[in-house]
């Protein structure tokens, strides 16, 4: 059978982790600090702790009271030295770490004797890299390092422990393990047509286990895809016309007077950035200058921004003033066109009906019953808000997250946009097995698209993975991970 060529085919190839150099990096914060620790990693790292210190002998797993010498003898740093005996370490080698005082030059003079003695600088990530590539963790359990560093969110932070902790790569693995199964079963009715006169692709088996293989990934893909947003985040842009009421509701959100609000038309020039987390959702919000025609030229290029800034945000806020903003018989929705060029699509347009406290109980109901009519019809949606008082801002955020499906159960799991795109292939290749297997009785290429599939699903863990994804994804890491 093919099965077991192909895997030998696609097995990563792990370097030979003896003949690496030894490498070395502050792994804490640059500053001051009661604590500032340097890691080594690598075959020498317990030769140099000894030169290091004029020990002979560490025990592993246990801290020893040293001091850090220079070549000269003179004393750089006291502090404690740990020893990690390779296998039993982060990254598989013999690891060192060293506990001084956390003073920058303290630490720049330590790090130097380190490579004094034969240590490299470490690269971004190559701690992790090295932990992955000695089979201590995989590359989804490799990522949570770096997303538990960067959440945003405790929600988030939570996420990224369970998926370093290895949950998401358990769902991954399972589903790896269900695919192998059925590629054998697939390549059994191929290579052995006529055992028992039993037509293997037609007695609702295979059948049966792909569809249950299909369901499962479509449940692992609704978490992945929550567990996006908890990482990533949205990126949310407010828009409109000149003192709509952009920087308001700025303001409001962010919870802090942010960006400079006043009663002149223009008064924001540029794009202002800010990060919040509201109901477990990061929202990364970019308040714009108002839409106009305008000959001042500092404006004007405060314009010029505001339009690329709206083409490029997952959601778009439309703010609009209900008390001017509508000309006669206009609607919203016209509006929208006005100041965009065109209809944005109904997932990415949420229109902000702002200063609603404003108006009269007449007028409100005037604006829900006709304005809600036509934009309901249409598919979108408005809230109306006052950014003066605070009203509809909690109906603002939940509709928001509502729109773009975010709603994480509490086991919810990490995860990034290459996981949601593999996932999507490795759905696509199901379904394409699904049809060769149930219209055209093709056992061959039922094989064919299995093997596609787990191969995408590898990539995941970094079963299967270029040298060039790997690179890309470790050197975003922190130098001292």
Do not use: W
Request: proline residues 2%.
């Amino acid at each position: 059978m093919a099965l077991a060529a192909d895997n030998l085919d696609e097995s990563p190839k792990k370097s030979n982790l003896s003949s690496l150099p030894t490498i070395a990096a502050i792994a804490t914060p640059l500053g001051r600090g009661g604590v500032g620790v340097i890691r080594l990693s690598g075959a020498r790292a317990y030769d140099i702790a000894c030169q290091l210190t004029g020990k002979s002998a560490f025990t592993p797993r246990m801290a020893s009271f040293c001091r850090f010498y220079q070549a000269d003898g003179t004393t750089i740093d006291e502090g404690l030295v740990l020893y990690f005996k390779g296998p039993h370490s982060f990254t598989g080698e013999d690891v060192i770490e060293l506990q001084g005082h956390g003073g920058m030059i303290l630490q720049n003079q330590l790090l130097a004797r380190v490579f004094e003695l034969g240590a490299k600088q470490a690269g971004a990530g190559e701690f992790s890299y090295r932990a992955f590539d000695n089979d201590k963790l995989d590359l989804v359990q490799a990522e949570a390092i770096a997303d538990a560093i960067d959440a945003t969110s405790a929600a988030a932070a939570s996420s990224a422990i369970r998926s370093l902790s290895g949950e998401f790569s358990q769902k991954i693995n399972q589903l790896l393990e269900q695919l192998i199964h059925l590629r054998l079963h697939v390549e059994a009715a191929i290579d052995f047509p006529d055992e028992e006169d039993v037509d293997f692709l037609s007695d609702g088996v295979i059948q049966d286990k792909l569809e249950q293989t299909q369901a499962k990934i479509q449940q692992v893909l609704a978490t992945a895809k929550q567990g996006q947003l908890l990482r990533d985040g949205i990126h949310v842009v407010l828009a409109g016309r000149p003192n709509a009421g952009k920087s308001s509701l700025l303001n409001r959100l962010a919870g802090q007077e942010r960006a400079i609000v006043t009663d002149v038309a223009g008064t924001t020039r540029d794009t202002l950035q800010e990060t919040v987390v509201l109901n477990g959702l990061t929202l990364h919000l970019t308040d714009t200058a108002g839409l106009r025609e305008t000959e001042d030229t500092v404006e004007r290029i405060g314009i010029e921004r505001a339009r690329t800034a709206i083409t490029q945000a997952d959601m778009l806020l439309m703010v609009y003033d209900v008390t001017r903003d509508l000309e006669s018989d206009s609607t919203p929705l016209q509006l929208a066109e006005q100041l965009f060029g065109e209809l944005p699509e109904a997932k990415r347009l949420l229109i902000i009906a702002n200063k609603s406290d404003l108006l009269n109980d007449s007028s409100s109901n005037e604006i829900t019953s006709t304005s809600q009519a036509e934009i309901k019809s249409r598919g979108y949606e408005q809230v109306n808000v006052s950014c003066e008082t605070g009203a509809g801002i909690d109906d603002l955020v939940e509709t928001l997250c509502a729109k773009v499906g975010f709603h994480p159960p509490e086991n919810s799991l990490i995860a990034r946009t290459r996981h949601l795109d593999a996932l999507r292939r490795t759905a696509e290749y199901l379904a394409e097995a699904h049809e060769q297997l149930t219209v055209f009785k093709a056992g061959e290429l039922v094989a064919e698209s299995l093997r596609q599939a787990q191969h995408s699903l590898g990539e995941i863990t970094g079963e299967f993975s270029a040298d060039d994804l790997l690179g890309k994804i470790f050197g975003s890491f922190c130098i001292g991970k």
